[in-house]
């Protein structure tokens, strides 16, 4: 499986940006997928994931109420809609997925089988 994000960039703080997420190859089954970050000299972290149904989702804390996981199946893409931007959402996000599931969500790392190449967001207090 070959994941691309895009939809990076620089925003003021208080802005939104949209992340997409498109997989290809080994799509034709179910899998879930997540959203991670890295801000500069820290570890990855868990942002959101979200089951092929779509009906579960799960967030980290600091950004529960003004981040949104989704996904369009046909499209083989997961999106993540990000508002209320602050300078600490600066980082570098990956999507990722592992296949199978339907009504599961996962938040660590392990729990993933696919990476993409990750696409950078930097918010300006």
């Known amino acids: 499986v070959q994941l691309q994000a895009s939809g990076g960039g620089l925003v003021q703080a208080g802005g939104s940006l949209r992340l997409s997420c498109a997989a290809s190859g080994r799509t034709s089954g179910t899998y879930v997928m997540g959203w991670f970050r890295q801000a500069p000299g820290k570890e990855r972290e868990f942002v959101a994931g979200?089951?092929?149904?779509?009906?579960?989702?799960h967030y980290a804390d600091s950004v529960k109420g003004r981040f949104t996981i989704s996904r369009d199946n046909a499209k083989n893409t997961v999106y993540l809609q990000m508002n209320s931007l602050k300078a600490e959402d600066t980082g570098v996000y990956y999507c990722?997925?592992?296949?199978?599931?339907?009504?599961?969500?996962?938040?660590?790392?392990?729990?993933?089988?696919?990476w993409g190449q990750g696409t950078l967001v930097t918010v300006s207090s």
């Open positions: 979200i089951s092929w149904s779509g009906a579960g989702t």
């Open positions: 990722t997925t592992r296949l199978g599931g339907y009504s599961t969500w996962y938040a660590r790392e392990y729990d993933y089988d696919y």
